[in-house]
């Protein structure tokens, strides 16, 4: 590859050279300002965030007298709408200073910060056993839902879209990788004796403080090397061994994603890289406060609606996670077919977007180890024993999608099959109250007094 990117010097200086813009023009700071408020036209809603904080501090204060908490549920979702879509823009605009590699891996992981943000706000709360739930069911929205919705909507113009091959090979390593450590303690904790009459009054009960520790050091010794195999996962994608290092020119990738990473080589940023910075860092702790509401919004939901947590954590939550990201989406759509019907058509796409999968990778490998980490860190005993079904729900998921996407190509029917899948699991899910002995395992430490008050 040329550009102002010299092939000759070591890879820090590039990186470097590519980040500072040596040689090349400056975006400067009014230029910038002006670009992220018209990056995109949800970014009107922002308007919406000082309402919404407004409404929360009602219902603090006065109850529900003046917001109702469906209204502030409402406001706290429309809030959160552009904090997203900056989170996307920023991502592309550091890829221009950071590279695709390095700029996807911020793309990801701003992608996953809203649930991020709500699993660490249930881990303070000590809503253990709703945090599990919640983990499984972002990790399969990712896997089944949004690609599928993807694949539906990008196939349906063309016989197939295209994977980068090599990348879908590691991919599918990882994520069965990050799938069986959680098949590990549910397989041991299944197989343990649970004696003659296994009730909880009864000596041979198996929930007890011992059991408890065991699977403690089991979860955050298996938290651990997940995040060492995570690491390990983003230097090989970063640097591969071999004389062609980019992955972008493996001699299979797709045409697409070769125009992609030139495009990031030879094209000019709209932002300067440290307006960039700030805007996410702001972005970011906007969007973790506004989380925070809609958490407190949203559980009228669960406590007057008769909703069981397990469907509560395992779809509704991991769905209003996601519900900016698809608004913005049905948008978008509703934009193209106005396009279509006034005839300005577009070519269709033929590289799949299928980075949802890769944030339910980073999900698992990153933020799921990370979060029992930091559980142990605040004294709340967060572990991998994971309800039975919710593991053998992840297991089936991950085999639908390292089986449509084995062959780097996708189709629409694909798509459909991953939607009509997660809908399989969404209904049988309604029926399922979960098991009580995963609940009370996660009864100690500094979640000990919260659970036994609510008893």
Not at 411 to 428: K, P, R
């Amino acid at each position: 590859m040329t550009g102002f990117v010299d092939a000759g010097k070591s890879r820090l200086e590039r990186f470097v050279t590519r980040f500072l813009r040596k040689g090349r023009p400056k975006v400067g700071l009014i230029d910038s300002l002006k670009a992220v408020a018209l990056s995109s036209w949800v970014n009107i809603f922002i308007l919406i965030l000082p309402i919404a904080w407004a409404a929360h501090f009602s219902n603090v204060n006065n109850g529900q007298n003046v917001f109702t908490f469906p209204s502030t549920f409402s406001l706290c979702l429309l809030g959160i709408i552009p904090l997203e879509k900056l989170f996307d823009y920023g991502g592309e605009q550091m890829a221009f200073y950071l590279g695709r590699d390095i700029g996807d891996l911020v793309v990801v992981t701003l992608n996953n910060a809203v649930e991020a943000t709500l699993a660490i706000i249930l881990l303070r709360r000590c809503e253990l056993r709703l945090l599990q739930s919640t983990i499984i069911g972002v990790v399969i929205l990712h896997l089944l839902l949004i690609p599928g919705t993807s694949f539906i909507v990008g196939g349906a113009r063309v016989l197939h879209q295209d994977l980068h091959p090599h990348l879908t090979q590691v991919n599918h390593s990882l994520l069965v990788m990050g799938v069986l450590s959680l098949l590990l303690p549910a397989a041991v904790f299944t197989a343990l004796d649970r004696g003659a009459e296994a009730l909880p009054d009864n000596s041979s009960y198996i929930v007890n403080d011992a059991t408890r520790d065991t699977f403690l050091v089991v979860s955050r010794g298996l938290a651990v090397i997940l995040l060492a195999v995570y690491v390990a996962s983003r230097v090989y994608l970063h640097d591969p061994p071999g004389q062609h290092d980019t992955l972008a020119e493996h001699p299979d990738a797709p045409l697409a994603l070769l125009d992609e990473e030139e495009h990031l080589i030879h094209g000019e940023p709209e932002v300067n890289q440290w307006v960039c910075l700030g805007m996410l860092a702001v972005t970011i702790a906007l969007m973790a406060a506004t989380a925070e509401w809609l958490v407190d919004s949203i559980e009228f939901v669960r406590e007057d609606r008769g909703i069981r947590e397990e469907w509560f954590g395992l779809v509704l939550l991991p769905i209003v996670s996601f519900a900016a990201d698809g608004f913005i989406a049905i948008a978008y759509f509703l934009r193209y077919i106005c396009e279509h019907l006034l005839g300005r058509k577009t070519p269709p796409a033929t590289l799949a977007k299928a980075r949802a999968i890769d944030l339910s990778i980073q999900f698992i490998l990153f933020w799921m180890p990370f979060i029992v980490i930091l559980g142990w860190w605040t004294n709340k005993p967060m572990s991998l024993l994971f309800d039975v079904f919710e593991v053998a729900v992840l297991i089936g998921a991950m085999f639908l999608v390292n089986y449509v996407t084995a062959d780097a190509k996708t189709n629409w029917l694909e798509g459909f099959a991953m939607v009509s899948f997660y809908s399989m699991i969404a209904l049988t899910t309604w029926f399922y109250d979960g098991q009580i002995e995963i609940s009370e395992m996660l009864n100690a430490g500094g979640c000990f007094i919260v659970e036994s008050s609510v008893e």
